[in-house]
């Protein structure tokens, strides 16, 4: 009764267009009802349909599906909309089985102009409600119909979008006015289909136009094109949850093998047929011409051009392929059996494919190489991974001098990358690159360091050599000779003077890897410390900055001994430049790498240092007394209660340098530095209130606090500048809070009461 019914709607929706309104109801409202009629009327059939035997379905699903199709063919939207959301609910109703089936009749139905758009457009949609579906839903039996669809409406150039347009009756219904027209879909298609497909055939069969599209066609756009669609098949199979590891990789293999044979075959075919021997001295005659042969004309050059760019874009396929292999390599890295086993085969047209003409193909091998590399292959024997290196070696030489294209850096990028890890192999004795090498290898290296470009590669390859190659290089003269030069020419510069930060971290790191893996004289070694030492006064804060987190990273490896014999080289350079330094960050790196150099030497020289330098700079000029109470708070805070012995000393000067500040008869800029020394003088007391505890028990420091706690009342409690008066407070707020008040009070009252005695 309900195909009865869906019978009877059977109308041309848009002849509803040509009529006139009823009382009752609108053209538009008229339509609506149609369209909900048809499509409700189609999914109760469907539903029922699915309950009946496969023979009653398959006899009366095509009634369905034209009906629907004939929604399709009208020319407003929201109706081919609403059809499409019908097809999808069908398809999900029915299943798998029928996905075929359905996708013939409607191709089948639409054929005509325009309908080629709509019919485009629905197989995608169908396609996105399918991979959008939580149940298993297999589309293999349908792929190659979809891909053959999709890729003639693609890449036929004959059939234009206006030529589509024209077949149907009225021309004036252009593309413009389709919305399924304004987006071509086949490159989604293809990674939709990727998403999808369950079995190795139909992967062949998504494959297959692409390639023979690159193997007919020299058009650049029309290879543009199969790239595309390769990019966005490879998603779609990345994304692939329902493919195997094994299968992709099959696929991959067979795909790479067919591929090489085509290449050979393609070779075998224009190799020269042998000459006799007349032919031969014509030959040798004809390279002794200062003028050239004549160039071939009209059909003759046609056929050589033909001849010469015959399957000149399998590269592309081949490259595509590559990356794909590298990618399943990334995304599956272990270290089982069955993988290695399964990545194994592919290291022969790895190192095929490193003979390859094309930039793109040499790159995906390296990458590839550079990832099987990382594994233990049976295929990787001593001799092939010779054979490997020296190969890279000589692409380096090759595309080393060329510069420009991204394919290119990432060449020489990806060449250092496996040269560092054949210099790792070369541990093992698996492979052994000789002294010419490593030279040849740090000549590049010096070159790569001034471009910014190729900077990273060549810190890569350097920092492998420098790991891995300390014995061959410490044995060698003229390759520890090198090493030096490049260092000193070079790398040690760019630690100050590189505007990149990332740059100057990875200097950091290689001088330091360098300064402690290889053997110094001393006069080398303070060298070194004399060039970081004067960029303490680089103009740029950055440089300064980098210098300081290098001194940092020294001090923190250098042997105690060794620290102590440079204790008062380090010291006074970095205590002078810390007082005279503007920028808050670097300031504050300084006083990290003093109190650093201050902790790691032994109590000893940090004694001398106390004693010789800074108790010397107490009469002396007040910038200098000035750094000397900074330096105090550093060595307050490491010392702790062994500074005890020296309160005497530095209570006496600061109660000294209190009473005698004149606060009368001094101009802005002074009054403002006599602040910042009070504040200096006070924090020197808060420090050791905190880190001196039993100073205040101490019978001989007994009337030098009583001193200072009055000079600091009658002075700073009440001073102009508020940081001076908080921390005046401060001090007799860690007193009381040490001291109980009533102990307090009666010290205060027997040293009133010794006064007056007196």
């Known amino acids: 009764m309900i195909l009865n019914l869906l019978s009877e709607n059977s109308f041309s929706i848009d002849s509803l267009t040509n009529q006139l309104a009823t009382k009752n109801a609108s053209i538009e409202e008229q339509r609506q009802q149609a369209v909900l009629l048809t499509v409700t009327c189609a999914l109760i059939s469907i539903k029922l349909l699915a309950i009946f035997p496969s023979e009653y379905i398959e006899q009366h699903l095509s009634t369905v599906i034209l009906h629907l199709i004939t929604l399709l063919r009208s020319r407003i939207y929201s109706i081919r909309d609403q059809a499409r959301d019908c097809l999808c609910k069908c398809i999900t109703i029915l299943?798998?089985?029928?996905?075929?089936?359905?996708?013939?009749?409607?191709?089948?139905?639409?054929?005509?102009?325009?309908?080629?758009?709509?019919?485009?457009?629905?197989?995608?949609?169908?396609?996105?409600?399918?991979?959008?579906?939580?149940?298993?839903?297999?589309?293999?039996?349908?792929?190659?119909?979809?891909?053959?669809?999709?890729?003639?409406?693609?890449?036929?150039?004959?059939?234009?979008?206006?030529?589509?347009?024209?077949?149907?009756?009225?021309?004036?219904?252009?593309?413009?006015?389709?919305?399924?027209?304004?987006?071509?879909?086949?490159?989604?298609?293809?990674?939709?289909?990727?998403?999808?497909?369950?079995?190795?055939?139909?992967?062949?069969?998504?494959?297959?136009?692409?390639?023979?599209?690159?193997?007919?066609?020299?058009?650049?756009?029309?290879?543009?094109?199969?790239?595309?669609?390769?990019?966005?098949?490879q998603s779609g199979l990345i994304s692939n949850t329902n493919l195997s590891l094994e299968t992709l990789l099959t696929f991959i293999y067979h795909l790479l093998t067919k591929t090489d044979e085509n290449i050979d075959e393609d070779k075998q075919t224009n190799t020269k047929k042998p000459l006799n021997s007349i032919e031969k001295i014509v030959e040798e005659r004809n390279q002794y011409h200062l003028v050239p042969a004549e160039p071939k004309r009209g059909l003759a050059r046609v056929a050589q051009a033909i001849k010469l760019t015959k399957k000149t874009n399998i590269h592309c396929l081949i490259s595509w392929t590559l990356n794909l292999l590298h990618k399943l390599i990334k995304k599956s890295k272990t270290n089982g059996d069955d993988f290695l086993s399964m990545i194994d085969p592919f290291v022969d047209h790895i190192e095929k494919c490193l003979n390859s003409p094309y930039t793109d193909v040499i790159?995906?091998?390296?990458?590839?190489?550079?990832?099987?590399?990382?594994?233990?292959?049976p295929s990787l024997t001593k001799q092939r991974v010779t054979n490997l290196y020296k190969k890279v070696f000589d692409l380096l030489k090759l595309y080393s001098s060329i510069a420009g294209s991204n394919d290119l850096n990432d060449l020489l990028t990806l060449s250092y990358k496996i040269l560092g890890l054949f210099v790792q192999r070369s541990v093992n004795d698996q492979v052994q690159l000789t002294s010419d090498e490593y030279q040849c290898l740090f000549t590049y290296i010096e070159s790569d360091l001034l471009n910014t470009h190729r900077q990273s590669s060549a810190f890569l390859l350097l920092r492998s050599i420098m790991r891995h190659s300390v014995s061959i290089i410490s044995n060698d003269k003229l390759l520890r000779?090198?090493?030096?030069?490049?260092?000193?020419?070079?790398?040690?510069?760019?630690?100050?003077q590189s505007p990149f930060e990332?740059?100057?971290?990875?200097?950091?790191?290689?001088?330091?890897?360098?300064?402690?893996?290889?053997?110094?004289?001393?006069?080398?070694?303070?060298?070194?410390?004399?060039?970081?030492?004067?960029?303490?006064?680089?103009?740029?804060?950055?440089?300064?900055?980098?210098?300081?987190?290098?001194?940092?990273?020294?001090?923190?490896?250098?042997?105690?001994?060794?620290?102590?014999?440079?204790?008062?080289?380090?010291?006074?350079?970095?205590?002078?430049?810390?007082?005279?330094?503007?920028?808050?960050?670097?300031?504050?790196?300084?006083?990290?790498?003093?109190?650093?150099?201050?902790?790691?030497?032994?109590?000893?020289?940090?004694?001398?240092?106390?004693?010789?330098?800074?108790?010397?700079?107490?009469d002396d000029q007040i910038e200098h007394r000035c750094l000397a109470l900074q330096l105090f708070i550093l060595l307050i805070e490491i010392d702790k209660e062994q500074f005890d012995q020296y309160l005497v000393e530095v209570f006496d000067f600061i109660r000294k340098e209190l009473t005698n500040i004149q606060s009368d008869d001094v101009d802005d800029e002074q009054q403002k530095f006599n602040d910042q020394y009070i504040y200096h003088l006070i924090n020197v007391i808060i420090f050791v209130l905190k880190f001196c505890p039993n100073s205040l028990q101490m019978s001989q420091l007994r009337l030098k606090w009583l001193d200072l706690l009055k000079l600091i009342d009658e002075k700073c409690l009440l001073h102009a500048h508020i940081w001076v008066r908080f921390l005046s407070a401060q001090i007799f707020g860690l007193i009381f809070e040490s001291q109980q008040v009533d102990e307090i009070v009666l010290k205060f009252k027997n040293h009133l009461t010794e006064q007056e005695n007196k």
């Open 502 to 618: 990332h740059v100057r971290s990875t200097c950091r790191e290689l001088f330091h890897l360098y300064l402690f893996s290889y053997e110094h004289t001393k006069a080398k070694l303070k060298s070194y410390f004399d060039f970081f030492l004067l960029q303490l006064d680089y103009e740029d804060f950055n440089g300064r900055l980098s210098v300081l987190i290098f001194l940092q990273n020294l001090f923190n490896d250098l042997t105690k001994q060794r620290l102590n014999d440079y204790a008062a080289y380090f010291f006074l350079p970095l205590a002078c430049h810390f007082y005279n330094e503007t920028n808050s960050e670097c300031k504050k790196q300084f006083q990290l790498d003093l109190k650093l150099l201050l902790e790691k030497i032994d109590q000893q020289h940090r004694n001398d240092i106390l004693k010789n330098i800074i108790f010397s700079w107490f």
């Open 363 to 377: 790159v995906s091998s390296l990458r590839n190489l550079s990832s099987i590399l990382e594994y233990s292959l």
């Open 95 to 233: 299943g798998k089985r029928y996905l075929k089936f359905i996708l013939e009749e409607i191709i089948a139905g639409l054929q005509r102009g325009y309908q080629q758009f709509v019919l485009l457009h629905t197989i995608h949609n169908i396609l996105i409600h399918i991979s959008n579906l939580e149940i298993d839903f297999n589309i293999d039996s349908s792929v190659q119909v979809i891909v053959n669809l999709f890729t003639e409406d693609f890449f036929n150039q004959e059939k234009t979008e206006s030529a589509k347009a024209n077949e149907h009756e009225n021309s004036s219904y252009k593309p413009s006015s389709i919305p399924e027209a304004k987006t071509n879909k086949t490159a989604n298609v293809f990674e939709l289909l990727g998403k999808l497909i369950r079995s190795n055939e139909q992967l062949f069969h998504c494959v297959e136009p692409l390639r023979q599209q690159l193997f007919s066609n020299s058009d650049s756009r029309q290879i543009t094109k199969c790239e595309k669609c390769l990019q966005r098949f």
């Open 481 to 496: 000779q090198q090493i030096d030069e490049l260092l000193r020419a070079r790398l040690i510069f760019l630690i100050v």
